[in-house]
């Protein structure tokens, strides 16, 4: 009899291990999609709430730039050592520590007392972020071996962060119409505990390379850099453009910048390696890039604070004016690769652009009584040219380096993207100096303008033959 048992138990621990061996890749999947989407979730939920937040505070707009900016301004600049130390002591508990820093920093953020306090929550969000997201994918691609189930689980993994990404606007105005502003970090906190447990229980660790070193001087060029450029950019606004304080600021980026690239150049193993840009396309996309997203980041800041200040709507209509853009972006993503196939990438590229150029145009007559149903054509042709862009620009950029070196590659894409908030909404934001409407009005000419230069860039390098030496 107890042979019988024991053998009857034996099968049932079979079972429940060859279960949590099949379970194993869609749970890895589960987290790292809520630590994923929950990232960018908070890219674009806490642009709403920015007037809520000053009205709480009594904020001026240099500070509100401030809540949104410290958090991509950490998210940029530590995103590529976090891959780095990923690789060098194992991504699941690089990832497991980021995700507990992301979570806790958002109740910190949630429960602060004063705008000086929310933005050090914010930086340290950010510093969250920049951690979990490169090793999350390096777990969902450790925890595939099958080529076709590890290109399915990525898919979804990004997908559901473009979803997250396209929800934020209107999950912030209902939460804050609801809850108030600090709902929106405090929803943060259930899915991180959920993304933890699954993380810790079910993710398998990736191989550890000892060779790998972290760059910390150029880490700490590359973050005192974009800090101080974006306190210029902001200070301008503030203070004018002549502040001892704003070109103080400004000659401190520049020089940190030299310092920065000086360093990359001598350093054995370097967060940004410059040979990179030697290929073109690779530089062609990441510059397209970068401009691609200050113009349109900048744009999502000025017009959650026209939608409030100067139309006077609320938080959750705010949020829903947002949706036909965000829709359209999500819809044209899931359709952009059929197309870039049957057009060319470059093609969809400056068709999607110009089609953004186009609207951000027509926008440039906007005044605080203009109805909403004048913007809603040119905010759906925004958001499906951008949906339409970033696919077969990703694909560019990836596909110009060896698949060796992908992984540097997208951390340089996520850098540029974010980078590319930095300067949009330091520099859109400080155009509001002179009024919400009129400030809004300057903003979409300027993002025209940064399009029109984007698609100038691709049209003339991206995909053209090397110019070769007589």
Known sequence: MPTTQTAVRGRTQAR???????????????????????????????????????????????GLQWVVSS??????????????????????????????????????????????????ARVVQGLGAAILVPNSLALLNHAYADEQ????????????????LTAGPLVGGSLIALFGWRSIFLVNLPIGAAGLWLAWRC?????????REVDPWGQLTAAATLACL?????????????????????????????????????????????SLFRNRDFSVAAAAGLLLNIAFYGLIFVFSLYFQRAQHLSAIWTGLAFVPMTGACFAANLAAARIARRLGARNAILIGGGAMAAACLALTMIRPTTAYAWLLAPFLILGAGLGLVVPPLTSALLGSVDKSRSGIASGVLNAARQTGSVLGVSLMGSLLAS????????????????????????????????????
């Open 149 to 164: 189930a590890r290109g399915r689980a990525v898919g979804t993994w990004a997908a559901g962060a473009s979803l997250a």
């Open 16 to 62: 429940w291990a060859q279960a949590r061996s099949n379970l194993q890749g869609p749970l890895t999947l589960a987290a790292m999609s809520l630590g994923y989407g929950v990232v960018q979730l908070d890219v674009t939920i806490v642009n709403v709430a920015v007037n809520s937040i000053g009205a709480s505070f009594g904020g001026q707009v240099a």
């Open 230 to 274: 974006a306190a210029a950019l902001i200070g301008g606004g503030a203070l004018g453009w002549t502040d001892a304080r704003v070109l103080g600021a400004l000659g401190a980026a520049v020089v940190l910048a030299i310092a920065f690239i000086w360093l990359e150049r001598r350093s054995k193993q370097p967060m940004l390696p410059l």
């Open 203 to 211: 993710a398998a660790d990736t191989p550890r390379k000892e060779g």
């Open 71 to 120: 958090y991509t301004v950490a998210f940029a600049a530590f995103i590529l050592s976090a891959g780095a130390l990923g690789d060098r002591i194992g991504a699941k508990r690089v990832f497991v520590a980021g995700f507990a820093v992301f979570t806790l920093a958002s109740l910190a953020c949630a429960l602060s007392p004063a705008l000086p306090w929310l933005i050090a």
């Open 435 to 470: 009024g919400v409407a009129t400030g809004a009005r300057f903003s979409l000419a300027l993002a025209a303008a940064l399009l029109i230069a984007a698609m100038a860039v691709v049209s003339l390098g991206l995909g053209r033959p090397p110019i070769r030496e007589r």
